[in-house]
C-alpha cells in the first residue's frame, strides 16, 4: 500500500476482523480489505451501501473475480446502492442491476471512486 497508493503504513498496526463465515483464502475482498485500511488510516468514511469486490495483484492491478453477476445480484438483495468491481468484470456484464456499478483498473483508481484520495 506504500508503494502503490502512497499509504505509509509501515509504522502502523493493522487488525482486520473478518466475521460471519467469510473465507480469508477468498481472493475477491482484496480491494475492500485495502480500502477500509485506507478509510481507517485517513479517517475517511467507506459509505455503508457501498460494497467493494475485486482482487489486488502485487503492482495495484485490480483482478478480475468469477461469479461476479452473482454477487452483485446478492449485494442488490442485501440493499446496496454502489458497487465497485473491476473493470474487466464490468465489460461482460449482461444483465441490467439497480446498483451503480463502477468498474476500476487499480488501488489509485478505487481510492478516488471512494473520496480517499
Known sequence: MEKRAGLMLG????????????????????LGMILVTASSFKNIPIPKDMVIIGEVGL??????????EKRI?????????TCIIPESNKKLLK????????????????MKKVGLK
Open 73 to 81: 445480484k446478492e449485494a442488490e438483495k442485501l440493499g446496496f446502492k
Open 95 to 110: 444483465d441490467k442491476y439497480k446498483l451503480d456499478i463502477i468498474g476500476v483498473k487499480n488501488v489509485n483508481e478505487a
Open 59 to 68: 503492482t495495484g492491478e485490480v483482478r478480475r473475480v468469477n461469479l461476479i
Open 11 to 30: 509504522s502502523q498496526d493493522v487488525y482486520l476482523n473478518v466475521v460471519g463465515g467469510l473465507k480469508l483464502n477468498e481472493p475477491s475482498v482484496d
